[in-house]
């Protein structure tokens, strides 16, 4: 016969009693299995047609026919949609991944110093990026997905605050554990809306997301990312003054280098 999955739940009751509850869990877990499979072949399937309209696009903006504001207009739109549907790919991508490999040295200092230099980019030489990191630092884990989960954070930081303001970043051990922060002066949120921040496509404000190019799926893939880390998100804003993401790396993950030499 065909394997069962049950999810079994000891409880104490009473005085030394205790109670075995046990739900077969099978169809949820297929059910879910199917939704994760329809999300990466759809995503996978939308990037072919996707690129092959950017190279026709890329020609039309060269030819004095065609009028440039729409040209510029399609092109616009176009590359949102690419960039929602490679986030889409991310997310199904870490989303299956169950285990990551607890052998693999992930180097931050060169993670964190391309983050760096992304979100530089990103903000124009608008906001005054710190990058404050322990160079002898580092992890064992996923490294698409801990640069996924960093660079998403640091881009949001640069996203949601105004041009001139300071974004830090920082790296550094926090007792026995690695503690990353990203910290902005920008909007801030308000409490009510923090709890459902890491939801996919939950926007506080749906227009201005849209403006600054998110897709929403920005923290769902953070979320998920650092759950195969033991980790969690942590979320401290204060609407008008700024807001801070971090998370903690727990010890048994961090590797601290050694930099005297014999
Ligand atoms: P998006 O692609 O819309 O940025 P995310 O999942 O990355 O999606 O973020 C979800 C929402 O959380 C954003 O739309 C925004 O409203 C809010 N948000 C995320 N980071 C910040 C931040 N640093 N400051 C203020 N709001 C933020």
């Not at 040209?71 to 989303?95: C, F, G, H, P, Y």
């Not at 195969?228 to 010890?251: E, M, V, W, Y």
């Amino acid at each position: 016969s065909e394997s069962r999955l049950l999810e079994i739940r000891i409880m104490a009751y009473g005085d030394n009693q205790k109670l075995l509850l046990a739900r077969d869990v099978t169809r949820l877990r297929q059910l879910e299995e199917m939704r994760r499979d329809f999300v990466a072949n759809v995503s996978h399937e939308l990037k072919t047609p996707l690129t092959v309209l950017q190279g026709y696009l890329e020609m039309m903006a060269m030819s004095p026919a065609m009028d440039e504001k729409q040209v510029s207009a399609m092109t616009d739109q176009t590359q949102r949609m690419k960039s929602l549907v490679d986030q889409l790919l991310t997310l199904s991508k870490i989303e299956v991944s169950t285990q990551v490999d607890p052998e693999h040295r992930i180097d931050m200092t060169e993670v964190l110093n391309q983050v760096h230099d992304e979100a530089l980019a990103l903000s124009a030489g608008k906001h005054q990026l710190v990058l404050d990191i322990d160079p002898g630092l580092h992890m064992y884990g996923d490294e698409l997905q801990i640069r996924s989960a960093c660079a998403n954070l640091v881009q949001n930081a640069v996203h949601y605050s105004p041009a001139g303001t300071e974004v830090r970043i920082s790296w550094r051990r926090l007792g026995d554990v690695g503690r990353f922060e990203v910290q902005d002066c920008g909007e801030g949120i308000a409490l009510e809306h923090i709890p459902r921040l890491t939801e996919r496509f939950y926007r506080v404000d749906r227009a201005r997301s849209r403006q600054t190019g998110g897709s929403g799926l920005g923290l769902a893939i953070v979320k998920h990312a650092l759950s195969h880390h033991n980790s969690q998100l942590d979320i401290h804003s204060t609407p008008g003054k700024g807001s801070r993401f971090g998370f903690s790396i727990p010890a048994n993950l961090i590797v601290v280098q050694q930099t005297e030499k014999a």
